[in-house]
T-cell receptor, first 114, second 115 residues
């Protein structure tokens, strides 16, 4: 069975500092991996996805994530945090089969301190 | 392009009452998903439709939850009777084709409180 763990339910960074949100996955086969962002009272929005092409994936709003098979990790980073980045971030995993469902992690709440 | 629409945005009911949520996906999207998001947790898939057929409903509590997708477009999720533990945000999402590589587009959700 697939699963996702996100280390740290809440992360605080200063404006302009590096953002690092951690995600580790468990999957018996190479998976697809995703990061979604959820702003207050809104639905989820896809930030980026890994589908077995380049291991370094660039997404929207300056975010990127690196797939490391040996560490079963897919950490999300952004070089410089902006106030507008404050939101809930979800890592998700899915098998590479049609119709397969996406399993979401518990989420990490990011706060940006001015 | 209009996004995924959901209504109502908020609903408060008493336990044992029934409630229904409506979702209108992005035009042309064949796949529609209903998720339950309990406070502090990630979304959990309840049911997935491909056009008007059910692809996955393995985590749908079928004794109280039901869902349908009329003519492969709009969808309704119903809870009858509601329990306290059903308090959550119900998210609808759609995508162009089935398969995880297709991005899912989410609606704003319906926040349900069961008293």
């Amino acid at each position: 069975a697939q699963s996702v763990t996100q280390l740290g339910s809440h992360v605080s960074v200063s404006e302009g500092a590096l953002v690092l949100l951690r995600c580790n996955y468990s999957s018996s086969v190479p998976p697809y991996l995703f990061w979604y962002v959820q702003y207050p009272n809104q639905g989820l929005q896809l930030l980026l996805k890994y589908t077995s092409a380049a291991t370094l994936v660039k997404g929207i709003n300056g975010f990127e994530a690196e797939f490391k098979k040996s560490e079963t990790s897919f950490h999300l980073t952004k070089p410089s945090a902006h106030m507008s980045d404050a939101a809930e971030y979800f890592c998700a995993v899915s098998r590479k089969t049609s119709y397969d469902k996406v399993i979401f992690g518990p989420g990490t709440s990011l706060s940006v301190i001015p | 392009e209009a996004g995924v629409a959901q209504s109502p945005r908020y609903k408060i009911i008493e336990k044992r009452q029934s409630v229904a949520f409506w979702c209108n996906p992005i035009s042309g999207h064949a796949t529609l998903y209903w998720y339950q998001q309990i406070l502090g947790q990630g979304p959990k898939l309840l049911i997935q439709f491909q056009n008007n057929g059910v692809v996955d409903d393995s985590q749908l509590p079928k004794d109280r939850f039901s869902a349908e997708r009329l003519k492969g477009v709009d969808s309704t999720l119903k809870i009858q009777p509601a329990k306290l533990e059903d308090s959550a945000v119900y998210l609808c999402a759609s995508s162009t084709l089935a398969g995880a590589t297709r991005a899912q587009y989410f609606g704003p959700g319906t926040r349900l409180l069961v008293l």
